[in-house]
């Protein structure tokens, strides 16, 4: 399936912060069965690429992407090693240009008005709106009614209680961090259970908030 299609139509990134090569695997497992086949490894932190390229080679039917890439040269990295998409919390046009040069799905940051067509027009296929929990759900349909035919993601803030408001505002996906996967907790069977309850209950609330 196509990779824009599949962000579309799960409609939320699981972001991931602080994945190793041993937590990624259960991690990505408990969202799958909670209904997310999507994963944003972060890549600031030591091991990420080594966890990204481990998920890309042992998940099946998941889609892997490299998240907090600031720079082409570290798109192009997470892309070898296995991402199918890049995203970024800023605007950066050589980050956009790699990413679409080695064929992978560009998520781009902004805010701004200027800062969400200039990333389209460089070639972004979405533009991730952060950090949204500023300004709400509100701002995203004062963006969206200008420039409908701007696919937008919001990320920051969002959990359960507000991701249905999001969702009807008009964003195509929402990116959901450590309310979602907490890395920092033990892994324990009733955390990953845990997790895949959330993710489901999640999952229904897209799915909710689309049929209105």
Known sequence: MDHIITIKETGIIPVIRGATVENIIPVAHALKKGGMNII????????????????ANELEGVL???GTVLDGETARLAILSGAKFIVSPSMNI???QMTKRYGAVSIAGGLT???IVTAFESGADF?????????GPSYIKSMKDPLPQIPLIATGGINIEN?????????EAVGIGSSLVNVKKNLTDSYLLEITRNASLLVAAVKKARAK
Do not use: H, M, N
């Open 40 to 55: 944003e490894i972060t890549v600031e932190t030591p091991g990420a690429l080594a966890a990204l390229e481990k998920a």
């Open 64 to 66: 892997v992407g490299a």
């Open 94 to 96: 050589e980050t956009i």
């Open 113 to 115: 008005p200027t800062e």
């Open 127 to 135: 533009v991730k709106v952060f950090p949204i929990s500023i300004f």
């Open 163 to 171: 991701i249905e408001d999001y969702i009807r505002a008009g964003v």
